[in-house]
């Protein structure tokens, strides 16, 4: 069976390089894309890429992981802080489970620094920029393979 990273991003995230570039960049989702497959394929792992502006959508898809991937990384973005319901969906995966954000949390509003997401995830990937995006890969390879 092929291994299977499901790479899940949340609200606004389409926006990336338009948005607020001061705290998020100028390149794109297609570019951290490009970044995160490019890294799955020197570990010899398949990247499932999505981003949606829907809170069911992403809880369908943190489903769709559960039964078909090897791990899951997760940029909830805004859902991060709100969502229950995504928290519950992750509860319900035993496969490891990276929280990622381009920027730091911490540094910012007080209402940021609560995530739901924290409660489920394995490991938390913050503050790094793009490059987030292909370390959470590798550190995602390497927890698939410790469980081999």
Same mark, same amino acid.
């Given at each position: 069976? +092929?291994? =299977? *990273?499901?790479?899940?991003?949340?609200?606004?995230?389409?926006?990336?390089? /338009?948005?607020?570039? !001061? *705290?998020?960049?100028? #390149?794109?989702?297609?570019?951290?894309?490009?970044?995160?497959?490019?890294? &799955? =394929?020197? $570990?010899?792992?398949?990247? +499932?890429?999505? /981003?949606?502006?829907? !809170?069911?959508?992403?809880?369908?898809?943190? $489903? +769709?992981?559960?039964?078909?991937?090897?791990?899951?990384?997760?940029?909830?973005?805004?859902?991060?802080? =709100?969502?229950?319901?995504?928290?519950? &969906?992750?509860?319900?995966? #035993?496969?490891?489970? *990276?929280?990622?954000?381009?920027?730091?949390? $911490?540094?910012? !509003?007080?209402?940021? $620094?609560?995530?739901?997401?924290?409660?489920?995830? =394995?490991?938390?990937?913050?503050?790094?920029?793009?490059?987030?995006?292909?370390?959470?890969?590798?550190?995602?390879?390497?927890? *698939?393979?410790?469980? &081999?």
């Amino acid at each position: 069976m +092929e291994r =299977t *990273i499901f790479l899940l991003n949340g609200p606004n995230l389409n926006l990336l390089g /338009q948005r607020e570039p !001061e *705290i998020y960049g100028r #390149e794109t989702l297609a570019d951290l894309e490009a970044r995160a497959r490019a890294r &799955a =394929t020197t $570990h010899g792992l398949r990247l +499932e890429f999505r /981003q949606t502006n829907s !809170e069911g959508e992403l809880v369908s898809w943190i $489903h +769709e992981a559960r039964t078909d991937g090897a791990a899951l990384i997760l940029n909830a973005a805004g859902y991060t802080h =709100t969502s229950v319901a995504v928290l519950d &969906a992750l509860k319900t995966l #035993e496969i490891p489970v *990276i929280e990622l954000h381009l920027s730091n949390p $911490h540094r910012r !509003e007080a209402f940021r $620094h609560h995530s739901y997401v924290s409660l489920a995830a =394995t490991a938390v990937i913050a503050g790094l920029g793009p490059l987030g995006y292909e370390l959470s890969v590798d550190a995602a390879a390497g927890l *698939i393979a410790a469980r &081999a």
